[in-house]
């Protein structure tokens, strides 16, 4: 009985720290734009704006984004494709409120995208990369 004990306690203390495990990830975005609240003159609905850098802090559930000293907290999941789907494969989503960033945790690229329906000002997209820290 001890050793049935024994060996469910570390498989117990295994899968806990496999979810708690944490990986650091410096990122900056390529490309970023947002729409425009009209129409230009010339006709364009897109505007670039600044790319930035911030770090993610990231464990299977949850995605810690720090920019500018602040930290936002996001809920992350598998993606999983649907059977007519191709990909993509070794990806995770995350979302915090109107804000969501879909990440390919093997290649390291991410797209992030601000999504307010209140608000065509606040429709943003971006992609970008991330490398480790101390890689």
């Not at 990231?58 to 720090?66: G, T």
Request: one cysteine or more.
């Amino acid at each position: 009985m001890r050793v049935v004990a024994g060996i469910a306690l570390a498989l117990l203390s295994a899968t806990l720290a496999h979810g708690q495990s944490k990986r650091a990830l410096l990122c900056s975005e390529d490309v970023a734009m947002r729409l425009k609240a009209q129409t230009a003159v010339d006709g364009s609905l897109v505007e670039a704006i600044p790319a930035r850098r911030f770090s993610f802090v990231w464990n299977d559930e949850f995605l810690n984004v720090i920019s500018a000293g602040k930290t936002d907290f996001y809920e992350c999941s598998n993606i999983k494709p649907r059977l007519n789907e191709g990909g993509p494969r070794n990806s995770i989503k995350c979302q915090n409120g109107i804000y969501f960033i879909a990440m390919d945790v093997a290649k390291l690229t991410f797209i992030r995208a601000t999504l307010n329906p209140q608000s065509r000002a606040d429709v943003e997209v971006a992609y970008g990369a991330c490398k480790t820290i101390g890689s």
